[in-house]
């Protein structure tokens, strides 16, 4: 991951901190955008992945779009320099004030999760008098095969309209005064590997686009959310997800006239690869039956293995170190037993002062740290400060 003088650079730091590589974060940009653009595709960037500064700076350099889920996010990614024309805002709960900000701001829809919501949008545009453009969220019913956290397509999940609530839904829009309906809104789950649920995504789209395009309402935006996973196992040999075949499945299979714009909200499949958590050995302890490397990094710093039991590599940094292997616990020093990143990790034998990279960490990473122990501010560097 560093070469030889890098690595040097990096001892001197102190840790724990995460490491963005912002060339691989530009390449990867490149890739998306130029995959997206070849098919007039639009792809708003899920703040919620990974809001750095630097790293939000970038992507809005690259022509990007803004989803966000919090008045704050709509706030930072005008501050960032995002066109308001260009920003999504999503969330089950989005309150009053939030509601007004995005209004204020004339963002380019509200992707709106229930009837009530959609009610309340509606009374706040009349007071401000202005209008609103929304993206109905329809909850599809398709199965992502993701953890049934990062799951939000399903029946039981609190995401979206429910089909059975769509002709209320639609009446309540055409009754609404200040409230225009610009498209309908799709968000299955995140972390997909398998291409094929996107296929499935892309049949129940074409369902309720027709459905609504029967009853005569026009749908000028078919917004089919993030959820494009990446490869947690092998971080080097695909540090770049296949940007064309993902939206090759779109491009084949949903239907759309020439004026129905087609827009993504990606997240992690932009962000993940290009971040890693660098974290030194503070002691090392062989138990009963284990071996541990106790890290100064914990779940205060990457929630992710604690949260979801999710599977992060971890590699010595100085890699080419010849000592032999041995498996570790690899924990941190937060006081529960969740705190621990992964089990058994082959790794070479280590001791106090060597350092770890926790790699694939650039999403749902830094912004998920918490100061819970009181622990330090989260640290982070970039690539190019070396
Ligand atoms: N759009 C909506 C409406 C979403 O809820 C999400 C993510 C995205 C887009 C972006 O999805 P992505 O392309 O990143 O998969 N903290 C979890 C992930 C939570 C995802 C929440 N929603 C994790 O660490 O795996």
Redesign the pocket.
């Known amino acids: 991951m560093f070469t030889q003088a890098q690595q040097e650079s990096v001892k001197a730091l102190e840790t724990p901190f995460y490491y963005y590589d912002m060339a691989l974060l530009a390449e990867t940009l490149d890739r998306a955008k130029a995959a997206a653009d070849k098919r007039n595709f639009h792809v708003h960037y899920?703040l919620?992945?990974n809001l750095n500064d630097r790293v939000l700076a970038l992507i809005q350099s690259k022509g990007y779009g803004a989803?966000c889920?919090s008045g704050n996010e709509v706030q930072k990614s005008i501050d960032t320099g995002f066109s308001p024309s260009q920003i999504t805002f999503?969330?089950v709960g989005k309150s009053d004030k939030e509601i007004i900000l995005a209004l204020q701001q004339g963002i380019f829809a509200f992707?709106v999760e229930s009837i009530q919501e959609m009610e309340i949008i509606n009374e706040l545009a009349a007071g401000l008098g202005v209008r609103a453009n929304v993206s109905l969220?329809i909850n599809p019913n398709v199965d992502a095969h993701t953890?049934h956290?990062?799951t939000?397509g399903l029946d039981d999940n609190k995401?979206g309209v429910p089909t059975s609530e769509l002709e209320r839904a639609a009446s309540v829009i055409r009754q609404a005064s200040h409230v225009d309906l610009i498209g309908l809104?799709f968000?299955i789950?995140?972390?997909?590997t398998d291409l094929n649920v996107f296929k499935s995504l892309c049949v129940k789209v074409n369902e309720w686009k027709n459905w609504f395009e029967e009853r005569g309402t026009a749908i000028k935006v078919l917004n089919v959310?993030?959820?494009?996973?990446v490869d947690y196992q092998h971080p080097d040999e695909n540090a770049i997800p296949d940007f064309e075949a993902y939206f090759d499945i779109f491009d084949r299979f949903l239907e759309r006239s020439a004026q129905q714009e087609v827009h993504f909200?990606?997240?992690?499949?932009?962000v993940a690869q290009c971040g890693s958590l660098v974290s030194k050995v503070l002691y090392t302890k062989s138990g009963i039956k284990k071996n541990f490397l106790i890290l100064d990094a914990g779940m205060t710093e990457l929630?992710?293995p604690a949260?979801?039991q999710?599977y992060h590599k971890i590699e010595r940094v100085d890699a080419n170190t010849s000592a032999e292997e041995k498996l570790y616990d690899v924990v941190g020093p937060i006081c529960e037993s969740s705190d621990c990143f992964g089990k058994e990790v082959p790794l070479p034998a280590s001791e106090r002062g060597d350092l770890v990279a926790i790699r694939t960490a650039g999403?749902?990473g830094e912004v998920?740290a918490s100061r819970y122990n009181l622990r330090d501010e989260i640290r982070y560097v970039f690539s190019d400060q070396f």
């Open positions: 899920a919620k992945a989803d889920v999503a969330g992707n969220r953890h956290y990062i939000t995401f809104h968000h789950g995140s972390q997909i959310g993030g959820g494009l996973g909200e990606l997240g992690r499949a932009l929630m992710r949260l979801y999710a999403a749902y998920m």
